[in-house]
């Protein structure tokens, strides 16, 4: 009995060591382990922080373009960055009226093609898919796109790079 208890235990402590070797590694955002196996919106949809941009995402019919192999490189603004819009901007951009506004602002965030951080140099300009640019810089110790701040980089998915950004970027 008790030869039999241990190779019970010994049996789980093989399962269980197997999993945690599998176990992807990741960058936490939000709350979530965003990993290199899933897309930009499914990581992004993990994230308890991007519940707005997810929601916006979804009304200006992106999830798709964004779930395509890419590579794409998304600069993407958390809830709170979407909080010092003014008031009444965000249900705005979210009415079915304003699905291309709101597609061009969220357009404005992404870039064709994958760039790391080893990619970034200050003052580094990025052709935007609305073709418009937008500028990298590097301030102090902190690395902005525009006037936005980069608060967590090098978010890997399987079709890109994602960064989280302070403030929403605008065309």
Known sequence: MLQKTFLMLAFAGFISTANAQTKEKGVMVGGALMVPSKNIVENAMGSKDHTT????????????TLSSNGPF????P???AFNKLPEGTVPDLLMPENKDKLGNVLKY???SGKYTSADLKDGIKLKTVTGETITITYKGKTWMVNNAKI????????????YVIDTVLMP
Not at 73 to 76: I, K
Not at 151 to 162: L, M, P, R, Y
């Open 151 to 162: 608060k967590i980089a090098d978010v890997i998915s399987s079709n890109g790079v994602t």
């Open 53 to 64: 941009l997810v929601a916006a995402v979804k009304a200006a019919g992106l999830v798709e």
């Open 109 to 111: 965030h992404v870039v």
């Open 73 to 76: 490189t998304v600069f993407a």
């Open 78 to 80: 958390d809830n709170a």
